[in-house]
């Protein structure tokens, strides 16, 4: 775990969990959320694959800080003790 930024609760989303070895939770530090997907590809490789394309996070993902989804992506600022959730987008019609 990063010692950059507080310390942080992140959901881990079924579809992933094989990356992590079933783990539905997992802590790291991080200031922004571009941080923390690099804290948890450092614990869990190959996750930054399935969470980014290049410098954005993937088409049909979202991230939600404190249940809040964010629209900032990457560049969104953590709190300490933040509760960071990585969902799936829902759109319809």
Request: glycine share 10%.
């Amino acid at each position: 775990m990063s010692d950059d930024g507080p310390e942080l609760t992140v959901q881990i989303p079924a579809s992933l969990r094989r990356l992590t070895g079933g783990a539905a939770q997992a802590t790291a530090r991080a200031a922004t959320v571009r941080d923390l997907v690099a804290a948890l590809d450092a614990q869990f490789p190959g996750l930054r694959d399935r969470l980014c394309e290049g410098d954005r996070l993937r088409t049909g993902l979202a991230v939600a800080v404190n249940s809040r989804i964010c629209s900032t992506g990457l560049s969104t600022p953590l709190p300490a003790g933040a509760d960071v959730t990585f969902l799936p987008t829902v759109s319809g019609g």
